[in-house]
């Protein structure tokens, strides 16, 4: 009883949350469950096999949801928002008839919704179906989304405008995953994508820990304690992770940093949730953290918790950071044009 309701939509949605489903086993706990909502049969055969590949035999708390079979025949929504909104409107009475029945047998405590934004199924899905979870449902939702490549083209770029509208209009400010920072570190697409998701699933998993350990954490702290914390426009989450504490006491504000999902700045203040775990965590390092917090994040809010247990190794420090701009999203969320291209609009040639 009380464990997270997981939704993914689309491709991207569906293939992360079988990516944690499959990598991190306390996620997989009876009490949590996981529904891929896809227009997309062939996803999810293609996370069937994933399973059977790794060895999962037992995945029955992971369902699966056509939407717009009728419509779509099972296929993707070619990148068009608009069939994947009719799509789910189609199927929405069902698949909501079936959550609020999912939900009276585990009373979830919270939800967590992720799509890829910039698709034609996940990009308005998402939206559509965390507001009636919230509003039907009565659970509190937090979204996790992606948003594209810029060199991914403006259709992309522009659907994940629309979709993150969509979101914001109904009150719904999420998490931004923005996949372009993952050109750091990779030299194709798909390598940028595997990275990604890793970040991601990471991140799942220590949700999945909040309600494990959270009871015995420093102050006790329950998951839906964050949701208090969302505020407009969008978040960000980073992780900093080393295991000896000397060279972490030093490196931690960089790692910080550098592993942050989104760079952009306060809208004015920020509410943070920040999560230390270790075997058994220096207070001084706590105190560090809540004062960079403070200056550089200008955040009004923020809930720490620590949890210390003997089977972590390293020290880890997971922070949730809402209260920021999405006009201020650096790289600008538009699209990246080679130079040639361009000099040619410029020049009309
Ligand atoms: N981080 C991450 N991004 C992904 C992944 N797969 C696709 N994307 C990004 O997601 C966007 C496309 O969304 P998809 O999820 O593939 O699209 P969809 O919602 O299934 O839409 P249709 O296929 O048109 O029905 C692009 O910006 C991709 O770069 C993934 O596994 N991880
Ligand atoms: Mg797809």
Known sequence: MGGILFIGTGSAGERILSIAYATFKNLRSKE????????????????????????IKDHSNFLFETIGEE?????????????????????????????KSLHKKENFKIAITLSSLGGGCGTMVIGELS???RDELGIRVVPICT?????????LVGNAILGLRNLLDKGLNPLI???????????????????????ITSLVSSLVDLVEYGGFSNPPIDIIDITRLITPQCGFFTVAYLDNLRDFKKKWKDLFEFNKSLVSQ?????NCFVMFKARSFPHELVEDVLSYL?????????????????????YTIAAMIWGMSIEGIKPPLKTKRPLSEEIRKMFKI
């Open 266 to 270: 306060p809208i004015i203040q920020t």
């Open 147 to 155: 948003i594209p490549f810029r060199r991914e083209g403006d259709l």
């Open 131 to 133: 507001s009636d979870i």
């Open 32 to 55: 949590n469950c996981f529904v891929a909502v896809n227009t997309s049969k062939k996803d999810h055969e293609r996370v069937q096999s994933y399973f059977e590949e790794r060895g």
């Open 177 to 199: 995953f923005d996949n372009e920072l993952m050109m750091r570190f990779s030299q194709t697409v798909g390598e940028g994508v595997d990275r990604a998701n890793i970040i």
């Open 71 to 99: 419509t779509l025949s099972g296929y993707g929504a070619g990148k068009d928002p608009k069939l994947g909104q009719s799509a789910y409107e189609t199927d929405k009475e069902k698949l909501l008839k079936k959550l």
């Open 294 to 314: 403070r200056t550089k994040y200008s955040a009004k809010e923020i809930i720490p918790t620590t949890i210390e247990d003997k089977s972590f190794s390293g």
